[in-house]
């Protein structure tokens, strides 16, 4: 089992930048393909960003040109980078890792082990 915690969330204006911080511990996340996920109550759940074992990445279209996720293995950690955010990004942005293969099945899916999320609010 994987614990991942997440950092970085806040309360920006429209156009700032986040950096958002996930930090694993109990297995090294080498082998596992990483990712974030966004939870809001008028839109539920949805992609935002993943990063694969090999670090080939994918992003949801909300997000594209703005967004980017990193991975170092050496930390245990993933990131995401939130660059012009808008009122629309406001919500609670979860980390998680999964394993299993291919990563687009996963990513639609869901990945299998999650952190405990982290808001973020966006003002206009």
């Known amino acids: 089992q994987v614990r991942l915690v997440e950092s970085g969330g806040g309360s920006v204006q429209a156009g700032d930048s986040l950096r958002l911080s996930c930090t694993a511990s109990?297995?090294?996340?080498?082998?596992?393909?990483m990712g974030w996920f966004r939870r809001t109550p008028e839109k539920g759940r949805e992609f935002v960003a993943a990063?694969?074992?090999?670090?080939?990445?994918y992003y949801g279209d909300s997000v594209k040109g703005r967004f980017t996720i990193s991975r170092d293995n050496t930390k245990n950690a993933q990131y995401l980078q939130m660059n012009n955010l808008k009122p629309e990004d406001t919500a609670v942005y979860y980390c998680?890792?999964?394993?299993?293969?291919?990563?687009?099945?996963?990513?639609?899916?869901?990945?299998?082990?999650w952190g405990e999320g982290t808001q973020v609010t966006v003002s206009s």
């Open positions: 998680a890792v999964d394993q299993r293969d291919p990563i687009g099945v996963v990513i639609s899916l869901g990945m299998d082990q």
């Open positions: 109990g297995r090294a996340i080498s082998n596992y393909h």
């Open positions: 990063i694969s074992r090999d670090s080939s990445t």
